[in-house]
């Protein structure tokens, strides 16, 4: 391989011979020699630093793919370890936290399916009506038909209770619940206070409203799951945002990476000679220097 390496330095530095022979020979032997072993070190350093200088666009590019490769292209090994470590961790966190945060939605939202009921809040809403908001009418009440044949609630009939009670002065219900098992659904019914009486241990023995009325063990408890789930949540957000991070700080020190070695690399090649008895053989001496 370094047979041929040489063979092409030499053929370079004779074609650059031949196209400027013209124009820079002067005739004489001694000048004309000298003219032409000048000419070839510099061809032959040319080819030379061609053939060890990084492509600043390819570092980036690499490292924009893998993050890591880029510093690796650059020989800049630790580096490249860095990089692929600090990936490898965020990959492996994102997914984990945001596993956990699909057990923990699971689990919450059975949780709301066993202990909170739409129609104990319903029925409460339209019994504690109009002493939440006194403007409302008997008439106005009557003409509420919050359940269906079936017995299901009518989620229409029931948001249009809520608006007119949330008419009232404090707003009290200032929400209407979500359709039935969206995630908004879910998250209402812990984040206010108006859908406390839906929870199994809300106890109101007189039917009697209160705005002062606590939250229940199973509303805060709730609450607190649906936390801990967006906790983890945000852990695997964050992780993902370090991995987008660790690429384009990859592919930019990558990019300058390839710039520096570029810029350290110092390539000098000379053409020595020696004396064999009456015979004087030239020879190609390639040395590398690195500035750090």
């Not at 692929?84 to 699971?106: F, L, P, R």
């Not at 020879?283 to 500035?291: A, C, M, S």
Request: glycine share 6%.
């Amino acid at each position: 391989m370094k047979k041929l390496f040489l063979i092409f330095l030499f053929a370079a530095s004779a074609f650059y011979a031949q196209e400027i022979s013209d124009k820079l020979f002067t005739g004489n032997l001694n000048v004309d020699s000298q003219i032409a072993f000048e000419r070839s070190e510099q061809v032959i350093s040319d080819s030379a630093y061609a053939a060890n200088k990084k492509t600043p666009m390819l570092a980036a590019g690499l490292s924009i793919a893998i993050p890591g490769a880029g510093q690796f292209y650059n020989k800049d090994f630790l580096l490249s370890a860095v990089f692929v470590a600090v990936e490898a961790a965020g990959i492996a966190t994102a997914i984990a936290y945001n596993h956990k945060g699909d057990d923990q939605t699971a689990f919450f939202e059975a949780y709301a399916l066993d202990n909170w009921a739409v129609d104990k809040y319903a029925d409460w809403s339209y019994v504690n009506a109009q002493r939440i908001n006194s403007s409302i009418t008997d008439e106005q009440l009557n003409d509420f038909q919050i359940y269906n044949g079936d017995g299901s609630v009518n989620w229409t009939e029931l948001n249009r209770l809520e608006r007119t009670i949330g008419l009232g002065e404090g707003s009290w219900y200032s929400h209407q619940l979500a359709p039935y098992k969206e995630q908004q659904y879910f998250e209402m019914i812990g984040k206010y206070k108006q859908f406390n009486p839906g929870w199994a241990d809300f106890s109101d023995p007189n039917n009697e409203f209160n705005f002062s009325d606590p939250l229940t063990k199973m509303f805060t408890d709730y609450s607190k799951m649906r936390g801990e789930a967006n906790d983890y949540y945000a852990v695997a957000k964050t992780a993902v945002t370090i991995l987008i991070v660790n690429h384009i700080v990859s592919a930019l020190e990558a990019a300058w990476g390839a710039h520096r070695h570029n810029q350290r690399l110092k390539t000098r090649v000379s053409l020595e000679s020696r004396n064999f008895g009456y015979v004087r053989i030239f020879y190609p001496q390639l040395n590398f220097r690195l500035t750090i």
